[in-house]
């Protein structure tokens, strides 16, 4: 079997040919320098130029937008609370004006049952009267009438003890001697 060598092989300008990586070949170094200071200015010039600014651009237009968003929120906070002062005076003036109606219907109401007692205090007093004078009434008929039986009572007695009946001077100077 052959082998093959890469020792002949070697890369163009190079007679001794190391078979390394030409990165490490410090031959090459100076032009890999040149380039990568080259790439290095042109990413650095890009990133100075085009870059940076947008990024500050956006940040800065960020903060702009949340101290914007920030300040609104104390303004809308700042509404909120006086909306919620107005709201709470509201409230407690409903609150006085509810009682005040409340009171103002009470009196009435008050005034209302008053006037209604003193109807019916008027009609029970109207009724008590014509009773009272409705019984002071039967109470004189009835004293006609206990007058009228006692005298009968007392005549029939008087027959039945003495055998013979009353004659009305005698009964009326009992009813005088007694009265």
Do not use: C, Y
């Amino acid at each position: 079997m052959a082998t093959e060598t890469h020792e002949g092989a070697g890369a163009p300008g190079h007679e001794g040919g190391s078979g390394g990586l030409p990165q490490f070949d410090p031959t090459w170094w100076p032009g890999q320098i040149v380039w990568l200071l080259i790439i290095f200015l042109v990413v650095l010039a890009f990133m100075r130029l085009f870059a940076v600014p947008r990024l500050g651009g956006t940040i800065a237009q960020r903060e702009d937008r949340i101290s914007g968003d920030v300040a609104e929120a104390r303004r809308l906070k700042s509404e909120a609370e006086t909306q919620a002062q107005e709201a709470a005076t509201q409230r407690a003036q409903g609150r006085a004006q509810a009682q005040k109606v409340a009171q103002e219907a009470r009196a009435q109401a008050q005034a209302e049952v008053a006037a209604v007692l003193a109807a019916e205090e008027a009609k029970l007093a109207e009724t008590t009267g014509s009773a009272e004078a409705g019984i002071a009434l039967a109470r004189e008929q009835a004293m006609v009438n206990v007058r009228g039986i006692a005298t009968e009572t007392a005549e029939a007695i008087i027959e039945k003890l003495t055998g013979r009946a009353a004659t009305s001077a005698e009964m009326a100077a009992a009813d005088a001697a007694r009265g």
